[in-house]
């Protein structure tokens, strides 16, 4: 598919068009750099052309003549031409192909929708690069032809919003992210035991009793669905039922069959609260509310959650007991298909499509939702061999701190799952899921960026662009490319990183964060007490996943070892190595004056002996001795025990260790 | 007043209060601290406790078992007690004070209202730091007894939004910045020639054709407001009126006499557009208008600015001039008087009292009005011998890029001014302002802040606490401080470094800005051709007044001359010029990779020969040897040549180097 041409290096883009070819002129920007629009010149066109022309001009300093697209192109200077046929439909399965043409004589976009020439508009700003031309600004584009489309047709990013509240600006800097990546799904999880977010009139006890205040206001949603429309991007609301509802009870007790009062749920994990599938009232409730939100929510899919219901509550419970036996429903399943259909028929009397977790994918479940698979990939086999659509998510769970590259590697669509056309064709795609039981708008982003760029990679470009170095190489670009798109996963360690110091110089704090990861999994939870209104400031939370200098040090290692190349890796191994272990020394005055840190004081140490042992490592491979037994079993006893967490991060260097200490 | 005990160390803390005596013991912090309302317990006051425990908790890392306030404290577990007798107005002159007493029991603050309990928990939360106590969280508060009120009750920073919009999150963030330095007034310039930024339903073409799409929903306007409210800070609108009204003549040209059609203005610059004074139309537009904007915005205060009328183009239209025969006004200072008269009735009839800019103070002016004074102090004392009130902006101009120490020495009340008690007392405060012709969202925090700071200590300390050194020291402290209250003034010049050196490493341009800072006053202006559309993101913007390193390197080269600490400063001086000397090697490659750099590469090269200089004069000074007249005037002639600015940014070392060359 990538088919360079003479320039020789690919663009640090992401996701990698369908198809490329490099030519080998450039297209040089100047200040007369214009826009003009052909064809359907909507609004959102429109707008799209100023904020391109502003981005364009933040990053190459250049005072454009023009502030936005004009009709016609000047004859006087060489720009940009973008042509839609028509306007988009921020839809399911809408057009979002488009071409990009730039020559030395000018730029040219076109495509069948305007939500096209917002793609092509992302391909084009992630291609801007400095020119070797001292004439001119220094600033332009290469030139080249792309044809693109996207492999998935479902690409989205699921924000919880119960569990830490995120008021709109984190949600409105994150579509502009999503913007960049060609994500075009904001799966917004608006409700859970922890908390509910929407205001709501019919029943104005969910989130006046049920979200501490706070919530979003109706008419900021239709500004955060407005502002996602205008970059072709669906938002899709989901109200977690029958389960996870602790949060609606506190207003509205009569939804449950348990005895009540109810309080918003400060702990984390699965509480036994449910609606009552049973009741009359409650189908009346949910009719009422479900005709409210569609009002709000355009989408044509509305997420009625359905996870993690535990039946045990239902069974007990006598006079749900005789419902089920008269209406012949064997067990909680079966009653919770039952609910899950009559839900359906709800939302179908208001022109929408339900979606569910893969909970409600049971035997009786009827054709007509789309399952999204969460615990495993074989749901969404399971759903689309019936005949249902299907997205996947198992994999793709963001808040678990895996590396990027084990997402990267996760594929909703592989050979192996010996697909028909037709089921192929309703694998819809895949959202990357950010739960919020640890994050809050200060560390959101650096749990969802840069590594949801490489999710959207997976759902966008074709199945073999999937080199992980590669995607690492252009990673790093984007990471700065989506900070400039305004989020804060770069700039806020930053801010924790000064906290965590009290003051003092934060350098001794960062060169130990180079070495550790938080724990992964749900491992975190284990370690400490965490409800809703624990700091979240600590160590763990200004480490991040794929440490990016251990990552490097652990290539560098494997190919020392290898031989590949050469011996020219342990100069920089040494040198990292050198800095880890004098960092120890640094971080005691620091730990003193901050006793934040003094949970990483042994984890200090730590790095420091571990690599004391990569150097005498490196001594015995440069002298070509080898160490004796007794030293190496010594060391991966010691290793082993440094390998014990603590405050929630580990070092992700000692296995790198084991191996040079060992020489294999 | 600062009356320290045997902590000889005084606090960081800003502003500094009225009455202090400090005490040997510790308050020490575990994680049963708890908080208890005695009194008033009003919302605000149960709110500010639970940000409180937040603000504690994120910075200890501690995990409190209590999530709020509570009724009474546990008899278990010292904790702080807090006791309003009232709830305080959000108004001009409500009671501020309180008390606070820490002792090693328990910590107990108490004030008339709420809002002086507000004031004292910001001082307490500058007061919370880390123990040496090896037991215990390591964290705790000193003992001490403070008693503390405000010097003036106006203390004000304003924020234009017109020129460059500032959503709301950019006035949430800032007003908690406000609140922490215990700043209580809002002043918001929502109109100007360059955009009207209120919905406005009376006459929507005002927001509708005036900004662009950028404005306040009245929505978001209540919700500021409340939050402001929320921290005891008023919010005071201004409508700049008759002149600086291009944007309201984009929907409504029938303001003015002049022709339209009218679109919002582009460039910077005093504009003739001006309403006309003399139609009957124009105050029916005015009654309509402020009866729905007082129904909005509560205080009592409303701004009608006043400010840059020019009279030539009322004075060339023959009906106007008929008007002004008529009514016998001599000239155009009269008629905007007539003007100004009129609309102070029509907010009498609102009850508000009118506030504007010092030129509403003619003659013909009559009392009842407060006099924002901004051209210099001459209008405050005529204001205040006038029996009006006024408050100082001239020498707060803070988006004119001076240094804090500037600001900080501008007492808006001092003895050579011979007010009487009663004038004194109509002396209300101060306000800062930041205009934004030259700032974004992006760069707002980092010309506000740290410096405003300053500002609001001269306005709540007593007059005598002035030393600007000591000034300095604790602004550091309390510049960290306010990131963490949410401000972005440190963590975005990052992003904006990191935009600069295009994906490479940082280091060189901060070393480079490190002696550079921003050219001052209006200087700027006449280097480029800035528009409302330029990019703001180029080196200027970057750098900030007060550049730390320089500042602490003047200090040192005048310590090492006048031989105060005999040549202990040497060392670092000779270090810091070393990093200068050297640094233009690696901003050469920086500069040809990011060509928006390349307008700084002379300059680079100048620092670079700057330090050169001031290293031979250290070795002249370290051999005992007096240099040559011929060198010292061929590097005075260098010297000078380098201080002119590049790239709207100047070199801030050069007269230390110089003084350093000749050594004196």
Known sequence: MLTPGKNSVTPDWMPVPAEVRMHTDRFSLDSSFAVSIEGAATDRLSRACVRLMRRVSDRTGLFFQRESATGALPLSAPGMTVAAQREGRVSLGEDESYSLE??????????????????????????????????????????????????????????????????????????????????????????????????????????????????????EIRGIIAYAADRGIRVVPEFDMPGHVTSWLAGYPELTHRPGPFRIERRWGVWSSAMDPTRKSTYRFLERFIAEMTGLFPDEYFHIGGDEVEGKPWMEDPDIRAYMKKHGLPDAAALQTHFTLRVQKILASHDRKMI???????????????????????????????????ILSNGYYIDLVQPAAFHYSNDPLTPDMNLSEA???????????????????????????????AIAERLWSPADIRDPEDMHRRLRSVSLMLEQAGLTHIRNRGVMMRRLAAGTDTGPLEILLSAVEPVKNYRRHSMRPFTTFSPLTCVADASVPDAEKARRFNTLVESLLSGAGGSSEAEPVRRQLILWRDNHEAMLPLIRRSPILAEIESLSEDLSRAAEIGLQALDFRASGRTPESVWTNEVRTRLESMAEPRAEVELVILDAIRKLASQQ
Chains 1, 2 share one sequence.
């Open 102 to 219: 730039i020559s030395a004589q000018g730029i040219r976009l076109s495509a069948v929708t305007d939500i096209g020439c917002l793609r092509g508009m992302e391909t084009l700003f992630q291609l801007l690069d400095a020119d070797a031309d001292p004439e001119g600004s220094g600033y332009g584009f290469p030139c080249l032809t792309v044809r693109d489309k996207p492999r998935f047709p479902w690409r989205g990013l699921l924000i919880d919003v119960s569990r830490h509240f995120m008021p709109a600006d984190v949600i409105l800097r994150n579509l502009d992210g999503m913007a960049a990546v060609k994500l075009n799904v904001l799966h917004w999880h608006l409700s859970d035991d922890q908390g509910f977010r929407v205001e709501t009139r019919s029943f104005p006890k969910l989130h006046g009793l049920g979200s501490d205040g706070f919530y979003y206001s109706q008419e």
């Open 356 to 390: 569910g977790w893969d909970e409600i994918l049971t035997p009786g479940l009827q054709s007509g939702a789309v399952i999204q698979s969460w615990r495993g990939r074989e749901s969404l086999v399971e759903a689309v061999s019936r005949g249902m659509s299907a």
């Open 423 to 453: 089921e192929a064709a309703n694998v819809l795609g895949g959202e990357a899921t950010m739960w919020a039981e640890l994050v809050t708008p200060e560390t959101v982003d650096s749990r969802i960026w840069p590594r949801t760029a």
